[in-house]
């Protein structure tokens, strides 16, 4: 009975039967790794809310400040919850850190001075640090004040060349940053794990060295964080994991007090640091969002592991596999041709709560060699804690999925994909 009645619903959205049918299998084989999953949440779920209570959040946490934002109660009191759950000294969480790579630029130039070096032990970092960091020629970029960069290449095989890091340190080796997510490229993801060895690896070459941790998709996932394993500071960016999807903007630095004090400099202005930044009543949302974080995670990771069960049984190569261990959301999918990703993508589209009626199209996209097309019907501009899938239109055509706010609308968003797959002779159940 109540199988028909999903079906019917689904009927509604466009899900033939024959789709849904072929979904409901392959999510019968995963409910024990749900289980797993509803584990990891329910442990972080409790590490949130006891921050927040040991902070004593209250209704004033929740008002707005202007100007100069002097005494910010609410701002103060998110921030020790922050340093709270990641278990560091102190966190800088602020809307005016505008993304992910505003927080890891901050994070990076308040810690770097000319004539240091910063080393990439995990090969090349996210597209958007080549130029913060100057690989690609940019601006105000490190390179340009005097911070060299020097990075070690993964082996084949996806795990560290640990003599490469080795010889790659030297006297002003100041900072090592390790990306945990794969991203858009095809390496493996790092378990906290992995990084807890890396940064005892650096530490005992030299303990003075700095280890940061771009934990962008990482949050939530296990239940330890980078912070826990020894980084000196973790970073990432609240339109992903610990914005709960309810955050309008925002950016995180945890970590050490020092390394954090010297963020908040930068980001402010030498003297004034932590003390000013108003929160323009955006409160609720940040905090509401960290509550939410665990949950939405959970269902973002139940989605990407539907993804991989479902494209692998029809015989697409899906990165991480389908019974893989997970350290981030992200699911790749190599569907072998453009039509194949167009069709997924308008899937995803088509399943989303905002702009389903929006055809996405590949597009020049500044700053890629190769078209880009993207899917997302967000409630915020770019958040990609909410279903979205993207992807550069070269081989292996592959596509990158992730997010959705709930399991439930995840799962609609791969049906989905797979309806417009079989509409267009494209898979054959
Ligand atoms: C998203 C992301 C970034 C940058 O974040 P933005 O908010 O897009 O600026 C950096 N590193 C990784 C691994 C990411 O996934």
Known sequence: MESMMNENVYAQLGVSDQVYRFGEDVLAALRPRFDAIDQVAEYNQAKVIAAMQKNRVNASCFAATTGYGYNDVGRDALERVYADCFHTEAALVRPQITCGTHALAIALSANLLPGDELLSPVGRPYDTLEEVIGIRESACSLREYGVS??????????????D?????????????????????????????????????????????????????????????????????????????????????????????????????????????????????????????????????????????????????????KVVPNSTESRHDIIQAVELGSEQAMVAFCRGIQAAAPVDSYVTPIPWDMPGYDDQVIMAAGAFVQGSSIELSADGPIRPPYAVYFQGGLTWVHAKLGILMSLQKLVEEGLVSL
């Open 164 to 316: 490469g890091v080795r010889h790659a340190i030297h006297e002003r080796t100041k900072l090592v940053t390790i990306q945990r997510s794969k991203g858009y490229a095809t390496r493996p993801t790092l378990s906290v794990a992995q990084i807890g060895e890396l940064i005892a690896f650096v530490k005992a070459i030299r303990s003075d060295i700095l280890c940061m941790v771009d934990n962008c998709y990482g949050e939530f996932v296990e239940t330890l964080e980078p912070s826990d394993v020894g980084a000196d500071m973790v970073v990432g960016s609240l339109i992903k994991n610990p914005g709960g999807g309810l955050a309008p903007i925002g950016g995180y630095i945890c970590g050490t007090r020092k390394c954090v004090d010297r963020c908040a400099y930068r980001l402010s202005a030498p003297g004034l640091g932590q003390e000013v930044g108003a929160n323009l009543g955006l409160m609720t949302s940040l905090f509401q969002g960290f509550f939410l974080a665990p949950t939405v995670v959970s269902g973002a990771l139940k989605g990407a592991i539907f993804a991989a069960n479902i494209y692998e049984k029809l015989g697409f």
């Open 149 to 162: 960069y020097a990075e070690v290449p993964l082996r084949e095989d996806g795990s560290i060349d640990y």
